[in-house]
């Protein structure tokens, strides 16, 4: 009893944090006269339904190579990083993009239907390259800060700029605030001069957080895609000590655009032009001197991996082959409700039988370790809700499975004390003993549950993955609620009360 206090403390402080962590979830999903801004922002803190949930878009593409010298491999790796950014485009939440053998590639897309996710697949890549109006946009920024005070203050919770911040040289945001800043410049459009627009690069890394840069690019491009013959990468041939050990990609154009790109590289040294793919900017690097030879060099601190990635997406502006749906699957968002209903039902039904057994075969010790199991399901979704993590079908049946598995801890501990009793112990030594006692085999058939979990998680897909990812948050938890938490509740009440009988 010397720590009950500091104990009860960790126990309120958790489940406040797991109140907190809930809120958005609950709101986004039973909330129904929410504005577009409060969507946005629930969105980024909650969890997400899976495509079994929600409804969308199952699709296997392959790559058709007849008649194609190229290799399969290169085919889909292009192939796939033109389907990313299409999907990113769209602001899917939780897709699924996977590489499999055979030159396929396997997309699942929450929340689309089959019109919008066909149309999303077939639709032709397009590059260009496009200068940057890098003097106007601090100019313009203000702007647009001005504006939205203006008409629209009380649309947004802040001004524009203060989502930006410095990434290099360039302005960014960080990729959860992507909704925010696009519904600022949209509401702000008509202040935007008709010659430019805002034009995000891809999520990356910066300084431990991931973010997205924003550019300022004129409309009307320079040269598109159908310009380029050729992107390969290699080591960084400069003499320059700063690209020592980095990677560069080699442009080759075709004849005729080469003769334009001459021209465009001399009047505008000491500019950038931007590379943009599927209107994602993948590069912007300056022009330091006219080029004349159609051959051009993108210079930076890039990996090998990151040159290659980058040669990739430019030579996909004309994908040369075409890719065929070999497996579709449409989940309709009324399925996607009867799985839910079904799966809360299975959930349901298997904690009440579990709490009646609890009940009737532990007596009063059984509320202990119901109350225990319902907070180790409290704690499940609020570490998901917490995390932004995706709820599907099959992550409901590992809640179920957890049930179970977290009643089965209670059931040891509750032995443990039983034959401490009948050995003649007190009530609270046997309570102390039963706890000790029981702990390292708890501790050891969850921790074995959870590594396979943790295997499962890492090397399994889909709804190996959802299954694994709840049933692994559910032990985890379980470790807290049955040993933890229900010491700390029969330490309490045994003192408290001066309990000299356990019913169990």
């Known amino acids: 009893m010397r720590h009950i206090g500091l104990r009860i403390g960790i126990v309120v402080i958790a489940v406040a944090l797991g109140i907190y962590s809930i809120i958005p979830t609950f709101r986004l999903y039973t909330e129904e006269n929410l504005s577009e801004a409060a969507k946005i922002s629930l969105a980024k803190r909650a969890i997400h339904l899976g495509l079994d949930l929600r409804g969308g ?119 959860r605030d992507e909704d925010s800043v696009t519904a600022m410049i949209a509401r702000a459009q008509e202040i935007i001069p008709a010659d430019v627009e805002f034009v995000f690069g891809p999520r990356e890394e910066h300084t431990g957080r991931e973010v997205k840069r924003i550019y300022l690019l004129k409309k009307e491009a320079e040269l598109t895609g159908e310009a380029i013959r050729d992107a390969r990468h290699g080591p960084n041939q400069s003499s320059n000590l700063q690209y020592v050990g980095t990677w560069e990609i080699d442009l080759h154009f075709k004849r005729e655009a080469a003769r334009r790109f001459a021209t465009i590289t001399g009047r505008n040294i000491n500019r950038r032009l931007a590379i ?147 050995v003649g112990k007190t009530t609270r030594t046997a309570i102390d003993q039963g706890f000790a006692r029981a702990w390292i085999t708890i501790f050891d058939s969850n921790i074995t549950t959870i590594i396979i979990g943790v295997i499962l998680f890492i090397f399994g897909s889909g709804s190996i993955r959802g299954f694994a990812l709840t049933l692994t948050i559910g032990l985890l938890s379980n470790l807290f609620t049955a040993v933890f938490v229900g010491k700390v509740i029969f330490n309490y009440f045994t003192y408290k009360f001066e309990v000299h009988k356990l019913r169990i």
Do not use: W
């Open 57 to 175: 878009m199952h699709l296997v593409l392959e790559v058709d190579t007849v008649d194609i010298q190229e290799k399969p491999q290169d085919l889909r790796d292009r192939a796939f990083e033109i389907i990313r950014n299409r999907v990113d485009e769209f602001g899917v939440y939780e897709p699924v993009i996977e590489k499999q053998s055979g030159g396929r590639i396997l997309i699942q897309l929450p929340g689309v239907d089959r019109e919008r996710a066909v149309e999303l697949i077939k639709k032709v890549a397009h590059l260009e390259f496009r200068l940057a109006a890098d003097d106007r946009m601090g100019e313009l920024i203000d702007k647009v800060d001005q504006h939205l005070q203006g008409e629209d203050s009380l649309a947004f919770e802040q001004p524009f700029s203060s989502y930006l911040l410095s990434v290099e040289r360039d302005a960014g945001f960080d990729y």
């Open 276 to 422: 943009v793919l599927d209107g994602v900017v993948q590069s912007a690097p300056v022009i330091t001197e006219r080029i004349p030879q159609g051959r051009a060099s993108i210079t930076g601190q890039f990996t090998a991996e990151q040159a290659r990635d980058l040669a990739i997406v430019l030579r996909a502006g004309a994908l040369p082959a075409p890719l065929r749906i070999v497996e579709e699957r449409t989940v309709g968002p009324s399925l996607g409700r009867d799985s839910i209903e079904s799966g809360i039902k299975a959930v349901l039904i298997a904690g009440a039988l579990v709490v009646g057994f609890m009940l009737v075969y532990y007596s009063l010790s059984g509320f202990v370790a119901d109350f225990a199991l319902l907070l180790n399901l409290f704690f499940l979704i609020a570490v998901l809700s917490a995390f932004r993590g995706s709820l599907t079908m099959p992550g409901i049946a590992g809640i179920a499975l957890t049930i179970g598995m977290a009643v089965d801890a209670n059931v040891l501990i509750f032995e443990r004390i039983r034959e401490e009793l009948k």
